[in-house]
């Protein structure tokens, strides 16, 4: 079945700190994975997927098969990136799309 | 550019009453979504529909219909409205295809409270 497991509902970093979001899954095959954020009183919106491999916002996430997880990483974290976030999964050509609890970011001055 | 757009914003029911929320999209997308998000439970699907003439139960159906109008539109029903289903509720598109489901765009969302 697929799945999205974020273990942390909360995660509270000083500003300047490393930070990792962790996001485990559970798919049988070759799933996309995506990362979306929700700021205050903004609307979810993607923040990076695996097959871009790119960094936004100084985010970025490698896929590990492996371990079938898609950690999300900063190296040092900013007020600004306070948010909610969510890890979700899609098949490929497959449209239903599955998403993580979420885990609450706060980053502290 | 309006995206995705969700009515109502806010709408407060009795147990048993009924409703449709609506949404939107000018994007030309062909696949679009339904989601509630809940404290502690992240987004969950209720239903998708991968294409216009298509629809499918996500992982929480129960007690709700939808309906795809057009490639535009695609609106949730609540037949008989519980407490349980006090929620924001999320629209989503994507462009979809032969690919898959791709990036999804969402509404604002829509606050429903059922008494």
């Known amino acids: 079945a697929q799945r999205v497991t974020q273990p942390e509902k909360l995660l509270s970093v000083f500003k300047g700190a490393p930070v990792e979001l962790k996001c485990n899954y559970s798919?049988?095959?070759?799933?996309?994975l995506f990362w979306y954020v929700q700021y205050s009183r903004q609307r979810l919106q993607l923040l990076l997927r695996?097959?871009s491999r790119e960094s936004i916002k100084g985010f970025t996430a490698d896929l590990n098969k492996g371990e079938t997880s898609f950690h999300l990483k900063k190296p040092f974290a900013q007020e600004e990136d306070s948010a909610m976030y969510y890890c979700?999964?899609?098949?490929?050509?497959?449209?239903?799309?599955?998403f993580g609890t979420g885990t609450r970011l706060k980053v502290l001055a | 550019n309006a995206g995705v757009t969700q009515t109502p914003k806010f709408q407060v029911l009795k147990t048993g009453q009924s409703m449709t929320l609506q949404c939107a999209q000018d994007m030309n997308h062909n696949s679009m979504y339904w989601y509630r998000q809940d404290p502690g439970m992240g987004l969950r699907l209720i239903y998708y529909s991968a294409s216009e003439g298509t629809t499918d139960k996500g992982e929480v159906p129960n007690g709700y219909n939808v309906s795809r109008l057009n490639k535009r539109e695609f609106s949730l029903r609540l037949e008989s409205a519980a407490p349980s289903q006090t929620s924001v509720y999320f629209c989503?598109?994507?462009?979809?295809?032969?690919?898959?489901?791709?990036?999804?765009?969402f509404g604002a969302g829509s606050r429903l409270t059922v008494l």
């Open positions: 695996h097959i």
């Open positions: 798919y049988s095959g070759s799933p996309e």
């Open positions: 979700a999964l899609s098949g490929p050509l497959t449209y239903k799309y599955i």
């Open positions: 989503a598109s994507s462009e979809g295809g032969l690919q898959g489901a791709n990036v999804l765009t």
